[in-house]
């Protein structure tokens, strides 16, 4: 089995390694994934306790952190209010809004074509000369119904 000899860059890393693992703080030229499998394996060994006064330290850092928060959010207890009531408030003003635009934007009640207007449009189509004078004479009289209709809407 024969071995390369490690390059410079390697050396450095394994140095690296070592005094992260001596020191037990990150030095940033150590290999991640060698870092991670030497947690894995302190955390994994029988003996791995959390000593008392590492409990505390941690403990004690957790607390100061949560207090800070608690504090920073009752000095502005105003807050706490301010995203849902003007979330409710947003949501009251677009409910308005689209209902007004509904309501004025609505089409007219437009009269429904007759059977005989529908009838001649399709004899026209199919090329029926005959049908096309009273096809003719049908949407004249649609079209004075639905102008009649609009004029009732818009003029009131």
Do not use: N
């Not at 029988?46 to 004690?60: G, I, M």
Request: charged fraction near 30%; avoid cysteine.
């Amino acid at each position: 089995m024969s071995e390369e000899k490690p390059t410079d860059k390697e050396l450095r890393q394994a140095e690296s390694l070592a005094r992260s693992l001596d020191t037990g703080h990150k030095d940033e030229q150590a290999p991640a994934e060698a870092l991670e499998a030497a947690a894995l394996l302190k955390a994994s060994r029988a003996d791995s306790v959390l000593d008392e006064t590492r409990s505390e330290a941690v403990l004690e850092r957790i607390l100061d952190r949560e207090k800070e928060r608690l504090r920073k959010s009752a000095s502005r207890p105003w807050l706490r209010w301010l995203v849902p009531v003007g979330s409710l408030t947003a949501a009251a003003l677009v409910a308005v809004v689209v209902t007004t635009s509904i309501e004025s934007s609505a089409p007219p009640g437009l009269p429904a074509p007759h059977m005989q207007l529908l009838k001649d449009q399709a004899a026209a189509a199919a090329g029926d000369s005959d049908a096309l004078a009273s096809l003719r004479l049908q949407m004249r009289q649609y079209r004075h119904e639905m102008l009649t209709r609009l004029k009732k809407r818009y003029k009131g």
